[in-house]
């Protein structure tokens, strides 16, 4: 049974992408790590490994540059070196990257500043 207030066109994969990886993991059905939606760089030129300050004080390392599947902007994943953060590296069930419980942040580019 549908969820309340949830159609089928809602959940549908758009024209075109029917039966792709995208489509796919639109649906909920893509392997844990979805690689396919993770990029080499951010539109800023963050790359995995770079080290960063976030809200300038907290500070930590790129683990995940790309989109998520909750929302259609970039996002750049952090492994924090201390735990400020609110997670592990998944969220809403899919695992970006891997770090200790605490540790991690997905965040804009906006909200982080490269060092180093």
Same mark, same amino acid.
């Given at each position: 049974?549908?969820?309340?207030?949830?159609?089928?066109?809602?959940?549908?994969?758009?024209?075109?992408?029917?039966?792709?990886?995208?489509?796919?993991?639109?649906?909920?059905?893509?392997?844990?790590?979805?690689?396919?939606?993770?990029?080499?760089?951010?539109?800023?030129?963050?790359?995995?490994?770079?080290?960063?300050?976030?809200?300038?004080?907290?500070? @930590?390392?790129? $683990?995940?540059? *790309? &989109?998520?599947? +909750?929302?259609?902007?970039?996002?750049? !994943?952090?492994? =924090?070196?201390? #735990?400020?953060?609110? @997670?592990?590296? $998944?969220?809403? *069930? &899919?695992?970006? +990257?891997?770090?200790?419980?605490?540790? !991690?942040?997905? =965040?804009?580019? #906006?909200?982080?500043?490269?060092?180093?």
């Amino acid at each position: 049974a549908a969820a309340a207030g949830v159609t089928a066109a809602a959940v549908a994969p758009p024209p075109g992408l029917a039966g792709s990886a995208p489509a796919a993991a639109a649906l909920g059905d893509s392997p844990a790590r979805p690689q396919s939606l993770e990029q080499s760089t951010s539109m800023t030129g963050l790359r995995k490994g770079d080290r960063i300050l976030w809200q300038g004080r907290h500070a @930590g390392t790129v $683990a995940y540059v *790309g &989109r998520v599947h +909750f929302a259609p902007d970039e996002f750049i !994943g952090v492994a =924090l070196d201390q #735990a400020v953060g609110g @997670g592990d590296g $998944a969220w809403h *069930g &899919r695992r970006y +990257f891997s770090c200790p419980r605490g540790h !991690g942040a997905l =965040l804009r580019d #906006a909200e982080v500043m490269k060092v180093g």
